[in-house]
Nanobody
Framework: QVQLVESGGGLVQPGGSLRLSCAAS????????MGWYRQAPGKQRELVAT???????NYADSVKGRFTISRDNAKNRVYLQMKSLKSEDTAVYYC?????????????????WGQGTQVTVSS
C-alpha cells in the first residue's frame, strides 16, 4: 500500500514562514507529478503547486513569488516552503502524488492523497 504523510503545519503570524514536508512510502516504482493542494473552510480544494519528476513547477497565481515547491526524488519527498504568509493562506494542506506502484502482479498507476496538515495564519 502507498502512503503519503504530511508534516510541518501549524500556527504562524502573518508575514511568517512555514515549510511543509510530505513523504511517500510503500511499494513505489516511480513518482511522476507531486503537488500540494489546500482546502479552506467552506471552500473547494484548490491547487497550490505541482512539480514533475524533471523539476518543472507550476503555481497558483495567489502563491507565486511566496511559495516554493521542491522534491527529493531519492527520498520520495516533496516540500513546500511558504513565506510572507497571509491570513487567506489558512487551510488544510494536502500532498498529492501521481505514481506507479507494484500491484499483485504488475505495476499500477494511481493518484494518492495524504491526510492533510493544518496551516493557520493568524496574529
Amino acid at each position: 500500500q502507498v502512503q503519503l504523510v504530511e508534516s510541518g503545519g501549524g500556527l504562524v503570524q502573518p508575514g511568517g514562514s512555514l515549510r511543509l514536508s510530505c513523504a511517500a512510502s510503500g511499494s513505489i516504482v516511480s513518482i511522476y507529478t507531486m503537488g500540494w493542494y489546500r482546502q479552506a473552510p467552506g471552500k473547494q480544494r484548490e491547487l497550490v503547486a505541482t512539480i514533475t519528476s524533471e523539476g518543472t513547477t507550476n503555481y497558483a497565481d495567489s502563491v507565486k513569488g511566496r511559495f516554493t515547491i521542491s522534491r527529493d526524488n531519492a527520498k520520495n519527498r516533496v516540500y513546500l516552503q511558504m513565506k510572507s504568509l497571509k491570513s487567506e493562506d489558512t487551510a488544510v494542506y494536502y500532498c498529492n502524488a501521481d505514481l506507479l506502484s507494484m500491484g499483485e502482479r504488475w505495476p499500477v498507476r494511481g493518484n494518492y492523497w495524504g491526510q492533510g496538515t493544518q496551516v493557520t495564519v493568524s496574529s
